[in-house]
């Protein structure tokens, strides 16, 4: 198990964020696993703040994108990957919970941390949500290359998403 983990990097990365992150103007939060890369006037500001814990919530650059009226893009992917799905999960009164686990460069040595998060979807609502949501505020869908995208507003989404996620939640409580 040890030799395993001296292997899994501190930080992941996927190739459009990655071409982001390696941008020269671009700014990086330090998150060792939920890292958020920026770029634009207002970067360092959006990625300051991150909390271990949490990685997602209210303090971290997803709320700050809140607080900023900023927008989603979805280029080529499905609201299983908006991020800011879990953000919204994050502010509704009982959000599902799993550890996260990574490691940490720590003083030159590497060590393992645990913190709460909130859980994976797994398909199971943000497809719905997202779904619904368009409908809702008549986001359209426009083709760039190969990439179906859509424009979405952050905040009117988070305070849908909040409300409908807290529904389905307490629907899933009362039904166990």
Known sequence: MIERRAAVPTFRSRAVPEQL?????????SHPQASVAAIGAQAADIVRRQTLGFAVGPTSPFGRLNDLEGHILLVGVGHDRNTF????ETLTPNPRLKVRRFPRDLDGERVWVETLDVGNDNGRYFPAIGREFEEQAGIEEAMVGDAPCRLI????QVSFAVRRLTELLDADQQNQ
Not at 21 to 29: C, D, K, T, Y
Not at 85 to 88: K, Q
Not at 153 to 156: G, L, Y
């Open 21 to 29: 992150r390696s941008l020269p103007e671009s700014v990086r939060s």
């Open 85 to 88: 799905l879990h953000y919204a």
């Open 153 to 156: 507003p952050v905040q009117p």
